[in-house]
């Protein structure tokens, strides 16, 4: 696979990752490489990634607990600690190896260290190889709230080996499959065809599918790079997404839910919104439900739990003067941002979510 190239970084796939990397090494005059992994990815994917590894520079591993709940300022106060231990300077090179948590932490905390060291992102999920290491994007959650802290700095390449998926779960590759099934609703109808049967798709297939997925998102992100407009479109599904998400990480009596799996069912909701705002084909609605539906479990989001999830709007990082902003859909491949929706309208998404999936 030909590497993709942007204005300030390259993305490279499967064995010319390794190719890659050792040649910016040796040309980096580098002090120190620090390698972020989080339990999982220490256990997993470090021996594989190291096995690669091409040089003299000495290098320390520093190690985060896995999960969305410690992606948070006190983790990242954790990882400036230990590179300050380590004597890290300006000239260290810190590789983010493992997903979404670590590459969203381990570039925020890249950008932060002595006011910015360089990085590179090793995703090793699904879900950080379509979306979290591409773009720039990084940050930490607060409390519950996510992604509210952070900024936009892209690190120097991302190196995109899918044999890490070897080692995922289920539940974590439709996790990121999620965010693939977006890139075609904001995009393409073309590429939302080829991922709603995956039936027919092979490991070759999947393989070029998360090439067109960050083709997409890298030709959002280069056009708006600070999300001004254009690049709003890649947060359809996250409006409510993100509020389920947060509202089932705070409720102890709630199973958490994955990344995905509530971007999952804020597609379905933000779909349904669209039918009843902005004339989105009602065939079409259905069609992305069952599909939805087909893929992920059926989730009890229950009647008394609507207006806390809709409270959590109010932190949407689109909103805008007390607005709160959706991202919805005139068509498949063409959104429009900044859309206003009645609470009323969106308890009437939750319980077409509800009888979709017959709870």
Known sequence: MNSIQTKSYSVHFNSNCYTQLNAYIDNGAFSKIFILVDSNTHEYCLSKFMSQLQTEIPF?????EAGEHNKTIDTCVGVWNALSELDADRKGLMINLGGGVVTDLGGFVACTFKRGIKYIN??????????????????????????????????DMVLIDTSFLDTL????????????LKHGLIYDRIYWNKLKDLSQLTLNDLDTLIYESVEIKKDIVTKD?????????????HTLGHAIESYFLSHDKKEDLLHG??????????????????GFSKEDLEEITTTINTIYKPVNIQDSDYNAIIELLKYDKKNEHGNINFVLLKNIG?????????????INAFEYYNIKIKL
């Open 60 to 64: 320390e591993i520093i190690e985060i």
């Open 169 to 180: 779960p289920q539940n974590q590759l439709k996790s990121g499959l999620a965010e693939m």
């Open 225 to 237: 790079p600070l999300e001004n407009g254009l690049r709003k479109h890649l947060n359809f599904g």
């Open 334 to 346: 063409e959104p429009k941002v900044n859309c206003l929706v009645d609470n009323l309208l969106i």
């Open 261 to 278: 799996e509530a971007v999952a069912i804020g597609m379905v909701l933000e779909c349904y919104l669209s039918s009843e705002l902005l």
């Open 122 to 155: 090793v995703p090793t999920s699904l879900l950080a190889m379509v979306d979290a290491s591409v773009g720039g994007k990084t940050g930490v959650d607060l409390g519950v709230l996510k992604n509210q802290i952070g900024v936009i700095n892209s690190g």
